[in-house]
């Protein structure tokens, strides 16, 4: 039997079914969700939860005559399959296919490309202003989750929305996570107003009564209405949005699509700001999700009769790990230390501080402006809070990490999970820029660690530091070495050469030093001897080591998974200067100027001319392009 999926190419055809018939496409989506994601990997749970929103959303608008932004893309793969791109589906996430977040690129439906959340509210107003301005008739709706709430930017947008009384729609998708369980006042109020048995008594007998109500007494049954809208809006967040400018409409059940389009539907026939209410279940419809949400939020390819991985584990641990269980040893050791993250408590591991050491961290949503600035507070009173954010969300507090904590030379450490290329969540999501936008900035240390054993010496060195630290170390697996022995603290700015060579200097940065040193390796087999360098420190540099070193060999090439533009062979190339060395052949391996597509992390660096062979042809051409340079110049001269 054909699947209505099959004949849905565009938004258009969705319109064409029965409302009875959503139920049944809705079921065939998820179906056809779990189905790649269980192949591929990628985000589930959000997306499982949102598949009635998303068919409502396109059933009811005008799509893409009217604008539909969703706030990163977790909750977007049924927008996506329903949106022209159900062929290309199961290349999600993969090198050249599909991106697992909105691209304006991929598609005219993806509005707005969105991979941090906490943007669409915002990106909404300027449309809404923008259809004003023209003078178009479009709507434009903006899907956030409750997690979003958080985010300062999400009031700054609703805040404005409100003061300009224009004609936005924005739907609350309420499902209790951000990617973790929320967090935070908001939170608990969304919570305990819709669940207080006072709360669920009342709206039952409010219900209750107007059904008892006779029909022939209709101004008595609208003022029973108007009770009863009153009571949800002081038992629900209508108040807070109606302060903020809005008409709040809800909560609605996410998940019955009835009530979902004939809400939709007079919702958009208002002509101000609206907020509608939408209560979903995270992980609807697939057992293993809907009980653990959290681990299921974002999965690599998995049995789906099991929920099972269906790739076992490798022995060795994530740096993230190592980051936590480092962590938690020192925070015993010193009971100063303080874990702080940004709505990713599993993610960057300080989920596992606060199970171990209850009230020793704080998540404090998806709010990594007002993260820092907390540690920055903290610091003051001689805490040494260690800010554990990814490396591409700390983008988001950088005026607070220059004005709050440089500026005043406090002690907060970052630790900067994710830096480098990430793999399948591609460029709004990729770690590259950290060296640069931190070693501007005065007063501030940038380390590296070459594997995770060096992580933690790092972690120890940053908290025994006095002044901001910083140190990034990339997703994935160490590189397996062996973990004994005692945690010991670096010398601020000294660098490590592993390996002496009088041909060509190899210095990496962070997970560069082992590619490097195996190039090394290779080279030696082409009878290049090759000196390797594990930088450790962006800043400040090892001038010492790197002068030693340079004065007797005459090539260089740094190696970075980071852009080259102001990164740490740019550094580099500014203590070449300074020091006045030129009688050197340098060059840099790093990404290059343009914003890097989803992939592994292995193609991605092989892409980019960062990985272990790479590193040995960039050598082999330096060294053997020379000599040949060389030797085609005595032959000229001596004719």
């Given amino acids: 039997m054909a699947r209505l999926l099959d004949g849905i190419n565009d938004p258009s055809d969705l319109r064409k079914l029965g409302l009875g018939e959503l139920s049944i496409l809705a079921k065939e989506v998820r179906e056809e969700v779990l189905s790649v994601v269980s192949e591929v990997g990628g985000h589930l749970a959000s997306t499982l939860g949102a598949v009635e929103l998303t068919l409502a959303l396109h059933y009811v608008f005008d799509t893409p005559k009217d604008r539909i932004l969703w706030d990163t893309g977790h909750q977007a793969y049924a927008h996506k ?8 589906f199961p290349t999600i996430r993969q090198l050249g296919g599909l991106s697992g977040f909105l691209s304006r690129e991929e598609s005219k439906y993806d509005i707005f490309g969105a991979g941090h959340a906490g943007t669409s509210v915002s990106a909404a107003l300027g449309m809404v202003v923008a259809k004003a301005l023209q003078g178009s008739e479009h709507k434009v709706v903006a899907v956030i989750s409750d997690g979003c709430l958080s985010a300062g930017l999400t009031f700054e947008g609703l805040n404005q929305t409100g003061h300009l009384d224009k004609d936005l729609i924005v739907v609350l998708n309420d499902n209790e996570h951000f990617i973790d369980r929320r967090v935070g006042a908001l939170s608990s109020f969304l919570s305990e107003q819709l669940t207080t048995g006072f709360a669920v008594k009342m709206q039952r007998g409010i219900r209750d009564f107007l059904r008892a109500l006779p029909r022939v007494g209709e101004g008595l049954y609208h003022l029973g209405r108007r009770v009863k809208e009153s009571f949800i809006g002081f038992v629900t967040p209508g108040l807070l949005f109606e302060g903020l400018g809005f008409q709040y409409v809800g909560p609605v059940d996410g998940h019955n699509l009835e009530k979902l389009v004939h809400t939709l539907r007079n919702v958009k026939n208002i002509e ?5 209410h939408v209560l979903t279940r995270k992980g609807k419809g697939y057992e293993w999700a809907e009980k653990d949400p959290v681990t299921y939020h974002s999965v690599a390819p998995f049995h789906v009769l099991t929920g099972k991985p269906k790739k076992e584990q490798q022995g060795i641990p994530s ?8 962590l938690i040893r020192l925070a015993k050791e010193n009971p100063k230390v303080i874990g702080i993250t940004a709505a990713m408590g599993s993610g960057t591991g300080i989920d596992k501080l606060s199970r171990e050491i209850p009230g020793r961290s704080y998540d404090v949503g998806i709010a990594e402006q007002h ?3 907390f540690a920055a507070g903290l610091a003051t009173e001689g805490w040494i809070p260690v800010v554990a954010i990814y490396s591409t969300f700390l983008q988001r507090g950088y005026d607070q990490i220059l004005h709050d904590v440089c500026i005043q030379n406090l002690h907060v450490v970052f630790a900067l999970d994710r830096g480098g290329l990430v793999g399948a969540d591609g460029p709004t999501h990729h770690g590259v820029f950290d060296f640069a936008y931190l070693r501007s900035i005065p007063n501030m240390v940038i380390m590296a660690p070459k594997d995770e054993k060096e992580l933690q010496h790092m972690l120890k060195t940053a908290i025994e530091h006095n002044g901001p630290i910083a140190f990034r170390y990339p997703r994935g697996a160490g590189w397996g070495v062996k973990m004994e022995g005692e945690i010991g603290r670096l010398e601020i700015g000294k660098a490590e050469l592993l390996r002496p060579g009088k041909d060509i200097v190899l210095v990496g940065i962070g ?7 195996k190039a090394a390796h290779d080279l030696s087999q082409l009878g290049i001897d090759a000196a390797v360098v594990n930088a450790r420190f962006v800043k400040p540099l090892d001038r010492e080591l790197l002068r030693d070193v340079l004065t007797q060999v005459p090539r260089l090439i740094t190696v970075e998974d980071h852009v080259l ?11 070449l200067a300074e020091e006045g060395i030129t009688e050197i052949r340098v060059k840099r391996l790093g990404v290059p100027d343009r914003f890097i597509p989803h992939g592994t992390q292995e ?7 960062i990985d272990k062979d790479a590193i040995t042809q960039a050598a082999l051409q330096m060294v053997r392009g020379e000599k040949k340079r060389k030797k085609e110049g005595w032959e000229r001269g001596s004719v």
């Fill in 511 to 517: 997970n560069t030093v082992v590619p490097a040193f």
């Fill in 565 to 575: 533009e102001g990164g740490f062979g740019s550094a580099v190339l500014e203590f």
């Fill in 81 to 88: 399959l329903i949106c022209g791109r159900r062929d290309k």
């Fill in 272 to 276: 101000r700001p609206t907020l509608v």
């Fill in 371 to 373: 993260a820092v600035t």
């Fill in 603 to 609: 193609e991605l660096r092989k892409m980019c001319g």
């Fill in 319 to 326: 740096f993230t790990d190592v980051f936590a269980s480092t």
